[in-house]
């Protein structure tokens, strides 16, 4: 019952007390997820990165130590007013100086220039869209060519969840996700299994093959 009243803060946190003790529970718990997924981008000095479904702020903030270059930018988007308030207030230093810029919106429609982000990263995040072909689909649009998208889940916790009613449909399988990305373009579509701090989580990786 707790999961079922709990389960639509995980994709679009409110501000109330279940948006507030959502937002703690994400930062301390998706915290290994985050900085591993930034971690495994690869990201360089002047690359232009883009986070999906930013939540309070722990990956940009990881991200944001990355771009040091005169030309790295950071991007972000969530569609929870709540969440991207509570990020604005943590990067706004970063905000102030023009390094980071994010953004109150859905993944479908992003205000982003086509072929204008090096890297794309998101954690515990896909299967809350409501269309994952055009989520996809608008990730694809923004990626330069090459491109690396990278996301973060942990499997064992969906599998736990989803029975729950905490999810719609199908859409939480990683199988479901990874074939949305093949059929939008992305190619090398891949995903392992990775350890850390005695954390099991699975990673999937694409190519914006363009």
């Not at 990165?49 to 940009?60: D, I, Q």
């Not at 943590?90 to 479908?108: F, N, P, W």
């Not at 995903?191 to 363009?210: C, G, H, L, P």
Request: proline residues 5%; charged residues 20%.
């Amino acid at each position: 019952m707790f999961l079922q009243r709990l389960g639509p803060q995980f994709g679009h946190p409110t501000q109330s007390v279940a948006g507030w003790l959502t937002s703690k529970i994400l930062s301390r718990r998706n915290r290994v997820l985050e900085e591993n997924a930034v971690k495994l981008c690869g990201i360089s000095p002047d690359n232009t990165v883009l986070e999906l479904g930013h939540g309070p702020g722990v990956g940009l903030e990881a991200a944001a130590r990355l771009l040091s270059g005169p030309k790295g930018k950071l991007l972000g988007i969530d569609f929870s007013e709540y969440m991207h308030q509570i990020a604005s207030k943590r990067m706004q230093e970063l905000i102030t100086s023009g390094k980071v810029t994010l953004y109150h919106c859905d993944v479908a429609s992003m205000p982003i220039a086509e072929s204008s982000v090096d890297r794309v990263f998101h954690c515990n995040c896909y299967y809350f869209w409501p269309d994952l072909k055009k989520g996809t689909s608008e990730i694809y649009r923004v990626m330069r060519p090459g491109g690396l998208m990278v996301t973060t889940l942990r499997l064992s916790n969906l599998e736990y969840m989803a029975p729950k009613k905490v999810f719609t449909g199908e859409s939480w399988r990683p199988e479901v996700y990874m074939e949305a990305l093949r059929a939008t373009g992305f190619s090398d579509v891949r995903m392992e299994n990775i350890t850390d701090q005695r954390i099991t989580f699975q990673v999937i990786v694409a190519t914006a093959s363009k």
